[in-house]
């Protein structure tokens, strides 16, 4: 009976120990299982939050996902990229000022350029430019101290253009004239006064011509006249 009641309390521990085993295993299988789950599954949500992120943005997904995302935003759209740096417009030189009276060295010669006709002839004026760089434009106005009373020098049919004078440079004009024949009256001519394009400030100087034909003689309305400035 004793040795029947041993074996049977042996019986029970062994069951026992069995069955407590077996509840262990459970307890660490589903834990292992939870554990391994979660490992798995923790990055497939990061990349994924990573991947979705617009342009990268936030950083939430963290590692090289969403870094990659935001290093081709730049060179996905170059335009973008140029509208930051600058094109830099707006950097065209400023256009030069108009000569003035006093930054121009007047002279004046005779007979320099080739007559139209054997009855005309011209003085020509120059305008050196002492100072900066500098613009001419059209007629310079000239008028006549004469024998015969005063005298505006008439434009001719010539048109304009920009001249543009670096400092030393010279502009140069041509006044043209009908002289007086042999053996007929002509008004004599003593000073001019000049006055620059576009400026209201002249310069007298004398005049170094012939004399001017008058009445009959200086019919025509190309007998006295001026041309407008160029670059010499």
């Known amino acids: 009976m004793r040795v029947q009641r041993a074996l049977a309390a042996t019986a029970v521990l062994v069951v026992a120990g069995l069955a407590l085993t077996a509840c262990q295993d459970d307890v660490n299988g589903t834990a292992g299982a939870a554990s391994s789950s979660g490992a798995s599954s923790s990055p497939a949500v990061t990349a994924s939050s990573g991947a979705t992120a617009p342009g990268g943005t936030g950083g939430t997904g963290g590692g090289s996902a969403s870094g990659g995302t935001g290093s081709k935003a730049p060179s996905s759209h170059p335009s973008s990229s140029k509208a930051s740096t600058g094109s830099g417009s707006g950097s065209g030189t400023a256009a030069a000022a108009a000569c003035t009276t006093a930054n121009l060295i007047p002279d004046v ?124």
Request: net charge neutral; proline share 9%.
């Open 109 to 232: 010669s005779a007979g320099n350029a080739a007559p139209p006709s054997a009855d005309m002839a011209s003085v020509t004026v120059t305008f050196g430019n002492k100072g900066d760089t500098c613009t001419l434009n059209g007629f310079a106005g000239v008028d006549l101290a004469t024998s015969e009373g005063p005298t505006s020098v008439p434009r001719g049919f010539k048109q304009p253009s920009t001249v543009t004078l670096a400092k030393a440079q010279i502009a140069v004009f041509t006044i043209w004239y009908r002289t007086n024949p042999k053996g007929h009256p002509s008004a004599k001519v003593t000073t001019m006064t000049i006055t620059p394009p576009g400026e209201t400030h002249s310069v007298k100087m004398n005049w170094p011509g012939a004399g001017l034909a008058t009445g009959a003689d200086a019919g025509g309305t190309d007998t006295l006249y001026l041309e407008p400035v160029v670059l010499s």
